[in-house]
């Protein structure tokens, strides 16, 4: 790592943690769901199913759907789902730091993917009751 590059990245640590820009997720939240597309239906997988297929991603998916309090995604996990121009689009729509996009992205993605999985009923459908 160059002196430069760290002196940036000290700068911008600084920068996210004087503005607060790691509390502020109603932006980013908004972001991800626009990338990733309506809540999925039965008959049409939504954009983050297939990009999970496509990068054989689709069992860590359903562990953060079926868990209400997942760990962070890795950023290789984040790298998965997203394209870099998706990353930087998130940068400029939020006005956050590269660094505090992802750091968020890591702790947002798993929620956002619960979030959105309890929207979907086919994903927690319930056998039908039986009176006793």
Do not use: Y
């Amino acid at each position: 790592m160059t002196f430069l590059h760290s002196v940036t990245n000290a700068i911008t640590h600084v920068g996210d943690f004087i503005t607060g820009a790691t509390l502020d997720r109603s932006g980013l939240l908004t972001a991800l769901n626009e990338v990733l597309g309506p809540v999925p239906r039965p008959d049409q997988p939504s954009k983050l199913e297939k990009r999970a297929q496509a990068m054989g991603m689709t069992d860590t998916i359903r562990r953060w759907q079926s868990a209400p309090n997942s760990a962070p995604a890795t950023e290789e996990e984040v790298r998965g789902f997203f394209l870099q121009e998706e990353l930087d689009w998130f940068s400029e729509q939020t006005g956050l730091s590269d660094l505090a996009t992802m750091k968020m992205i890591r702790r947002m993605l798993p929620q956002c993917v619960r979030l959105r999985a309890l929207h979907d009923p086919s994903l927690f459908s319930q056998p039908p009751r039986t009176r006793v």
